[in-house]
């Protein structure tokens, strides 16, 4: 069986990693994982050029899985696909396409590596918190929250004008979202949690500032720490970092993909870990 990870820029992706250290560890030697290069435009053919997939007539041992998608087109693949989960269609977003019998099936499962995230890292069930960023993540960031228990949450981003998008899921979500500005972070630290969906170290402006919340969720994996998390780790607060969501949302994804529920995450932990350093080393080397 043939998966892949598709989006722009997706030369960084560690989802490939992740899912053949997940085949290896389950001996599913007849299974492989690429990367494919694909932007919003190109979707709609690359979908098409795919070939046969799982289910479809015809289709032999070497057909198509599933995919993970990652930006710019987990709100473009919509559209494009057969049956949506009740959770993407919430969250506006489906980062794993999985096929059956000949059909395109679109879930999330960034909510659930959030969800897990947080779990592991030991951080209390949140009674507040605030959003940094207004994308795709965030939307994520809000259904996990949600199915904490969490029903009101600050989202602060650069223009509230551009945050429609996130508004809108918080609706579906049930969600009461206040909308403010980055210049309003002051008044919005004193929170149980803070989750930065931020890119590249753009957090670290607010180091300072965020160094007293007692836990931090940063979506970045590399470079590791931030500024911002070194700044709540040296206050003694929790942080959690970006690579264990993306090692469970992959988790949840190799389930889906391979009908498996017993996954070896120990194993998926030790390679994403390892690659990780790899590169480190390489950028300094």
Not at 81 to 98: F, I, K, P, R
Request: charged content about 20%; aromatic content about 6%.
């Amino acid at each position: 069986m043939r998966a892949a990870v598709m989006g722009s820029p997706i030369g960084h992706s560690l989802s490939p990693c992740l899912h053949r250290a997940a085949y290896q560890a389950m001996g599913l030697g007849g299974w492989s994982y690429e990367a494919f290069e694909c932007d919003e435009a190109r979707l709609p053919g690359l979908l098409a050029e795919l070939g046969p997939v799982r289910g479809q007539a015809g289709a032999g041992a070497d057909a198509w899985a599933g995919l993970s998608l990652t930006m710019p087109l987990k709100r473009a693949v919509l559209p494009l696909l057969d049956t949506v989960s009740d959770l993407a269609v919430e969250v506006g977003g489906a980062n794993t396409v999985v096929f059956r019998d000949g059909r395109r099936h679109g879930d999330n499962t960034d909510v659930y590596g959030i969800g897990q995230a947080l779990a592991e890292a030991g951080v209390p069930v949140p009674r507040s918190a605030t959003v940094l960023g207004g994308g795709a993540t965030a939307a994520s960031a809000l259904a996990a929250l949600r199915d904490l228990g969490l029903f009101s949450a600050t989202l602060l981003v650069r223009d509230p004008a551009r945050a429609g998008e996130t508004v809108a899921v918080a609706e579906r979500l049930g969600v009461a979202l206040a909308v403010e500005t980055f210049d309003k972070l002051d008044a919005f630290t004193g929170v149980d949690l803070v989750v930065s969906t931020l890119p590249g170290g753009a957090a670290d402006v607010f180091a300072g500032r965020l160094a007293r919340v007692p836990a931090l969720f940063d979506v970045i994996y590399s470079p590791w720490p931030t500024e911002a998390a070194a700044a709540v780790t040296a206050a003694g607060g929790i942080v959690v970092g970006g690579f264990a969501m993306l090692l469970h949302q992959a988790v949840r994804q190799v389930q889906l993909m391979t009908g498996e529920t017993r996954v070896p995450v120990a194993a998926m932990r030790a390679a994403g870990e390892a690659e990780i350093l790899r590169r480190a080393a390489a950028r300094t080397g």
